[in-house]
């Protein structure tokens, strides 16, 4: 591995593995497929799409 090269060329990345780019101003690290992860992990879309009916 000592004696490997690093690419010179531009190496693509995908938008959605990119933090936000207003980072200045104290925002989160986290990359925009990191933050859909978080909200697939609390389920919160099942509770979105699950909203029992009001009674009124």
Do not use: C, F
């Not at 490997?4 to 933090?19: C, G």
């Not at 101003?25 to 609390?42: A, F, H, P, Q, Y």
């Amino acid at each position: 591995w000592r004696e490997d090269k690093p690419p010179y060329e531009d190496v693509a990345i995908p938008l959605n593995e990119l933090p936000e780019p207003e980072q200045d101003n104290g925002g989160t690290t986290e990359s925009v497929k990191e933050r859909e992860m978080k909200w697939t992990d609390l389920a919160l879309q099942y509770l979105h799409e699950n909203v029992p009916p009001t009674g009124n």
